[in-house]
């Protein structure tokens, strides 16, 4: 079955650090990826995808790159501020429209931005 | 505004005593789906529906029922709860379309639900 493993933290930094979050998956075929954020308090919200290979997502200063070659989808940010503290969530779909097709999470990442 | 919202935010009851949490939509989403989250294991899928009177078990459905009479709700019941249903549950939603990249799944806030 599919399954994506994420670093689990929490991960501490400094503001105006550079994050990165590994996540690596498991799938058949060709997932679609997405990275989701979920602020204290709040529902998910989708940070960026990515749905064929080499694609790469960007929102609010993070990037996200498909490598189907070591089966990965890293996050990255230059520069992270305090209000980026949060917990994210790599996750997969198959994409296909039909059958089930519900996000396969990972355990999530609680990152955590010190002033 | 488009929008899942779900009822209540936070619950707490006591073993056995039957409750249902709201999910609503105003996407004209097909696609709806009930989450729950726990410390170290992520999110996992409890139920989904794939259009009105469609639904399909997700990867922990035991102690869950759902319905979905409408196509903008989808209310997930517990009818006899166990401390082991407490956690935050999140109700989704999404078009279901065959083009690879419009399954975007849009959440609702959560409910934190507490089973004395």
């Known amino acids: 079955g599919n399954s994506v493993t994420q670093m689990e933290g929490p991960v501490t930094l400094s503001e105006e650090a550079f994050l990165t979050i590994n996540c690596t998956y498991t799938?058949?075929?060709?997932?679609?990826l997405f990275w989701y954020v979920q602020y204290p308090g709040e529902g998910l919200q989708l940070l960026l995808k990515?749905?064929?290979?080499?694609d790469k997502g960007s929102n609010k200063g993070f990037e996200a790159t498909y490598r189907k070659e070591t089966t990965s989808f890293h996050l990255e940010k230059g520069s992270v501020q305090v209000s980026d503290s949060a917990v994210y969530f790599c996750a997969l779909s198959q994409g296909s429209g039909g059958g089930a097709d519900g996000l396969t999470f990972g355990k999530g990442t609680h990152l955590i931005i010190q002033p | 505004e488009a929008q899942v919202t779900q009822n209540p935010r936070y619950l707490i009851t006591v073993t056995g005593k039957k409750l249902t949490v709201t999910c609503s939509q105003n996407?004209?989403?097909?696609?709806m789906s009930w989450y729950r989250q726990d410390p170290g294991l992520g999110l996992r899928q409890i139920y989904y529906s794939m259009n009105v009177e469609v639904t399909d078990k997700g990867d922990v459905p035991e102690g869950y029922k759902v319905s979905r009479k409408e196509k903008r709700n989808f209310p997930l019941i517990l009818e006899s709860p166990s401390p082991n249903q407490t956690s935050l549950y999140f109700c989704a939603s999404r078009y279901r379309l065959a083009s690879i990249g419009a399954n975007e799944q849009f959440f609702g806030p959560g409910t934190r639900l507490t089973v004395l």
């Open positions: 996407m004209n989403h097909e696609y």
């Open positions: 799938a058949t075929g060709y997932p679609s």
């Open positions: 990515a749905t064929k290979a080499d």
